[in-house]
């Protein structure tokens, strides 16, 4: 079974940074992407970043490019999504999320426990 732990969300000031970490297993990697979703209240899911497993490609939403960095150590089984220059409009609760290579694009099909980040300003 794919399975995917976040962690790493928190409370911090506007301008601060944290570091979350999205720890996966069940799955062969080099097929996968991982991503980071969030939602915030009263608002849709949106796709944050990913990053292809294998060859290390990533992609951003505009609005978190040059302050969000997304990386990946396939040792540990683990994607993280460093993020600095916090603003409140990112508070949300983030979703680490999983879909094949060929698949990505659509609605990811696995999804982890989300991590509440909270900005405040």
């Known amino acids: 079974d794919v399975q995917l732990q976040a962690s790493g969300g928190g409370l911090v000031q506007a301008g601060g940074s944290l570091r979350l970490s999205c720890v996966a297993s069940?799955?062969?990697?080099?097929?996968?992407?991982i991503g980071w979703f969030r939602q915030a209240p009263g608002k849709e899911r949106e796709g944050v970043s990913c990053?292809?497993?294998?060859?290390?490609?990533?992609s951003y939403k505009k609005s978190v490019k040059g302050r969000f960095t997304i990386s990946r150590d396939i040792g540990a089984n683990t994607v993280y999504l460093q993020m600095n220059s916090l603003k409140p409009e990112d508070t949300a609760v983030y979703y680490c999320?999983?879909?094949?290579?060929?698949?990505?694009?659509?609605?990811?099909?696995?999804w982890g426990q989300g991590t509440l980040v909270t900005v405040s300003s």
């Open positions: 069940g799955f062969t990697f080099e097929d996968y992407a």
């Open positions: 990053i292809s497993l294998s060859e290390g490609i990533t």
């Open positions: 999320v999983a879909e094949t290579i060929t698949a990505w694009g659509r609605p990811p099909r696995y």
